[in-house]
Each structure stands twice: as C-alpha cells, then as structure tokens.
T-cell receptor, first 114, second 114 residues
C-alpha cells in the first residue's frame, strides 16, 4: 500500500533560520507528491507539488525536490518567518483511473519564534 | 478562499442528536472527499465520491452517512455519535485528470460530541 512518513514535531526555530522537514514515502505505482500547510483554525492549503522524478516544487520561498532514488520529498526554506508557523503535511497520490485519494503523513508542527 | 465552503464551522451536538455537515464547491470538480482530522492522528479518509457515485468507504461506522446529490454538494449526516467522534471534519474536491491534480480543502467543521 501507499504510505508517507514525516519527521516528528514540533520543530521550533528562530526567525530567519533554515528549515528542513523530512518526508519519505512508499507507493505502488508512480506517485505525485505534495506539501500542504494548515494554519491554526483553517483547512489544508496546497503549498507545492511535484509530479515526476527530479521535479522541484516551489512556492513562497519553500522548495521540495522529488527524489525517486531515495523516495523522498523533503521540504526546505532558507529563512523562516513567524508567519510560517503552522502544521505541514506531506502527501502522495497515485492515479488509478478513478477518483484517486491523497495519502497523508501525520503532519509536522513548525513553531517560529522571534 | 479555496473555492470549497463548509458549513457550519463549529458544531456541538449531543450523542442522541442528528445533524448534517454541508460542503459545497463551485470549481467544476468531479470528485469530492470527506476526511477526519483528530488530534495527534493522521488525516483519515472517510468517503470518496466521483461523479456523484461513492467509490470508497474506508470502514466508516454507519453513524456517519454521506450523501452526494450532485457534483457540487456533499453532505455528511450524523446520528448517535460518540465523544471519540469529536474532530475536525474536512471536505475536499478535485478534478481527477491524473495523479498530479491537487485537492482543494474547505476550512473544516469542528465537531464536538457531548
């Protein structure tokens, strides 16, 4: 089956620090990979995605590269801000010809302090 | 604003009550989903609808009853719930053209069963 493993949180960083949140996956088939973010009291929002090996997704200073050889999709940002404090979810999707579901990791809470 | 609207945002209900959650999307998507988000647990996919037909039911107890009258609306009917059903219920939609198409989430309904 499909599964996503994320690093345990919470991750606490000072503003302007470098961020890495690890994500690895197992999948039957050829997945697309996603990072979603959930701010307090909100639903999930797509942050970035990559649909094939070596693709790099990027948005709002965040980046993640689809690494097929290591089955990973680590999220990085060079300089975090307090406003980045949220829960980050790694997810994958394998299209099977019908409505294909997203499989999520457990989420990693990021807390950025001044 | 993601184009997926859930109502109500908050709901408190007794174990003998009957209530319904509503989800609406005007994105022209053909697939809709219910997810359950509980504290310290991964997102749990509950139901998937594709072109109004239920394509997945992840062993959800019968006290949760979904309804999809058309591709734009999805309901979750609740009756005789238990306190452990308290959670954030998220609706999502997608246009299933392939694995790379992302899902758009509503802001969720925070349900408390007393």
């Amino acid at each position: 089956g499909n599964s996503v493993t994320q690093m345990e949180g919470p991750v606490t960083l000072s503003e302007e620090a470098f961020l890495t949140i690890n994500c690895t996956y197992t999948a039957t088939g050829y997945p697309s990979l996603f990072w979603y973010v959930q701010y307090p009291g909100e639903g999930l929002q797509l942050l970035l995605k990559a649909t094939k090996a070596d693709d790099k997704g990027s948005n709002k200073g965040f980046e993640a590269t689809y690494r097929k050889e290591t089955t990973s999709f680590h999220l990085e940002k060079g300089s975090v801000q307090v406003s980045d404090s949220a829960v980050y979810f790694c997810a994958l999707r394998v299209y099977t010809g019908t409505a294909s579901k997203l499989t999520f990791g457990t989420g990693t809470r990021l807390q950025v302090t001044l | 604003e993601t184009g997926v609207t859930q109502t109500p945002r908050h709901l408190v209900m007794g174990m003998t009550n009957k209530k319904s959650l509503k989800c609406e999307q005007h994105l022209g998507h053909n697939a809709m989903y219910w997810y359950k988000q509980s504290a310290k647990k991964p997102l749990e996919l509950m139901f998937v609808y594709n072109f109004k037909e239920q394509t997945e039911n992840n062993s959800v107890p019968s006290r949760f009853s979904p309804e999809c009258p058309n591709s734009s609306h999805l309901f979750l009917h609740l009756h005789t719930l238990q306190p452990e059903d308290s959670a954030l219920y998220l609706c999502a939609s997608s246009q299933d053209r392939g694995g790379g198409t992302e899902a758009f989430f509503g802001q969720g309904t925070r349900l408390t069963v007393v």
